[in-house]
């Protein structure tokens, strides 16, 4: 018999725009079977197990769209010491990789996030063997560790020298057909999605600067053109304006960051029917705290303005916190902005889903994943205090966490494994 579980008495926030006051939602095994207004516990099926929500709000986990588990630790290390740290980790085995990726994908799941779409971990030899966010994925799926389910990209494809290679496992690669062959390798070791340079970055400054273009049309053509006919999506770390036009006219689907794009650059992102993963928070802070050149660089793009744009003109907007800062801080900053707090939660869920390719997940509906959360108030009301008060984290129709709820019923450990 599936195990049914359904929260009454719960106000419903769908994750694609929607707000069902007074509702009951019943999981089914991992998935939603019904979102309704009308039941009540007398009309739920016979056995099913009820946590009365209390009038709290029912909302989609979250999905973290640029993640890197393996780096969160840097989410407190001061400015002048990032890039020291970074190369110094670099030199660090293989098994602090793995129990750094361990804890931060607990520590994510702890706030709500229930997807991580991990864009560049370690890329280490253990033997012939190759360790990546593979791993880290197959990990969490097969229940060795807790956290999110992992969308991985396994090794970033760069050119020689491109951004990620002093610190990130990166496969480098020149000239289309070595792309082609970089993106099929990846597939090979069990990607869910690609993840290609365009332009250099802020992490290694002074050594390399944002404003420099990476990989050329042909290049980043042929790392698209491989992933979709594999059916993955493919998004690419692009910072200047040139870079964002060229990813999208060589069929990327997906732009992180863009830092120092102008209001043309947001205007193909609309034309070309392509996603955005800002991940503000990261520009906001370096434009604060980088050597007065960066940080000038920054200032004069401003990428507040260019969010906002994006937003105005209808391109799907992610919520991605790259290697610092968490999903409540991303979402905080892109509030400041002035994107409408419905738009950034959305970001999160229901738009999310669509930027990673997720057609099961990112919203409250009958047939989705049963990834929900239980606040205790209206996040669409103020984010800090909603997700503090977060009680319940529901991963694939499992309670995984629950944080003071007293009234909740929780699913029960199993038995103890017999043994004989
Ligand atoms: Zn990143």
Redo the contacts with the bound molecule.
């Keep these: 018999m599936t195990d049914r579980l359904a929260f009454n008495n719960v106000n419903v926030i769908d994750g694609l725009g929607a707000v069902t006051p007074d509702a009951t939602v019943l999981i089914a095994g991992s998935s939603i079977e019904s979102v309704s207004s009308a039941h009540t516990a007398d009309t739920l099926p016979a056995g099913t197990r009820i946590i009365d929500g209390s009038g709290g709000w029912l909302m989609p986990g979250l999905i973290n769209c640029?993640d890197?588990l393996c780096n969160k630790w840097l989410r407190s290390t001061p400015a002048p010491d990032y890039q020291a740290a970074r190369l110094r980790r670099r030199h660090s085995n293989p098994g602090a990789h793995a129990l750094e990726a361990a804890g931060n994908a607990t520590w994510e799941l702890r706030q709500g996030v229930t997807t991580v779409r991990e864009?560049?971990g370690p890329g280490m030899e253990i033997g012939q063997e190759m360790f990546t966010n593979v791993d880290i994925r197959n990990a969490i799926a097969s229940g060795q560790i807790a956290g999110p389910r992992v969308l991985a990209s396994r090794l970033m494809v760069a050119m020689t020298g491109g951004h990620g290679t002093p610190w990130y496992g990166v496969r480098e690669a020149d000239g289309p057909d070595e792309v082609r062959k970089a993106v099929r390798e990846q597939l090979k070791g069990g990607a869910d999605c690609i993840k290609i340079m365009s332009t250099a970055g802020l992490a290694n400054y002074p050594h390399e600067s944002p404003d420099t273009d990476e990989y050329t049309l042909e290049e980043l053509s042929a790392g698209a053109d491989e992933a979709h006919r594999f059916n993955r999506l493919i998004t690419t770390?692009a910072m200047s304006d040139s870079a964002v036009k060229r990813a999208i006219e060589a069929g990327i689907d997906t732009i992180?960051h863009a830092f120092l794009a102008t209001p043309g650059g947001i205007r193909a992102m609309q034309d070309g029917g392509v996603s955005f993963v800002p991940?503000a928070r990261v520009a906001w802070r370096m434009a604060r705290n980088s050597p007065p050149a960066l940080a000038g660089l920054l200032e004069r793009a401003s990428h507040r303005d260019r969010v906002l744009e994006a937003v105005d003109r209808g391109v799907p907007v992610g919520v991605g916190t790259?290697?610092r800062f968490t999903v409540l801080e991303e979402m905080e900053t892109l509030v400041e902005y002035g994107v409408p707090v419905e738009t950034v939660l959305k970001g999160a869920t229901g738009t999310a889903a669509a930027i990673c390719g997720l057609d099961d997940s990112g919203s409250v509906a009958p047939g989705k994943r049963a990834d929900l959360l239980l606040l205790k108030t209206n996040p669409l009301e103020g984010l800090r205090s909603a997700f503090e008060g977060l009680e319940l984290v529901v991963k694939a129709g499992e309670v995984v966490v629950a944080s003071g709820h007293s009234g909740a019923a929780l699913r029960p450990l199993p038995p103890p494994d017999p043994l004989n």
């Design positions: 640029h890197h864009l560049g770390h992180e991940t790259d290697s």
